[in-house]
């Protein structure tokens, strides 16, 4: 299933660890809450991915920018 020998049992292993650790009880709450901080951790990062597209895209309305000058030759 997976390089360096870790195989399909050692998963389940894993799993049956952590359903004693933390109970059948919690564990769609847990993993509700893992959801949620994945959702506010890509909705912090789509930001800064769209300024930055739209930054490259406008073009520059300084004449003397060095960089728009380089581009433009």
Partial sequence: MFSNG???WHL???LVIVLL????????ALARSLGQSMNAFKS???PKDD??????AAPSSDPDD???KATKQ
Avoid: C, Q
């Fill in 6 to 8: 870790f195989t399909g």
């Fill in 51 to 56: 300024e930055t597209v739209k930054r490259d």
């Fill in 21 to 28: 650790l933390f109970g059948a009880t919690r564990l769609p």
């Fill in 12 to 14: 389940v292993i894993i």
């Fill in 66 to 68: 060095p960089i728009d």
């Fill in 44 to 46: 912090e990062m789509k």
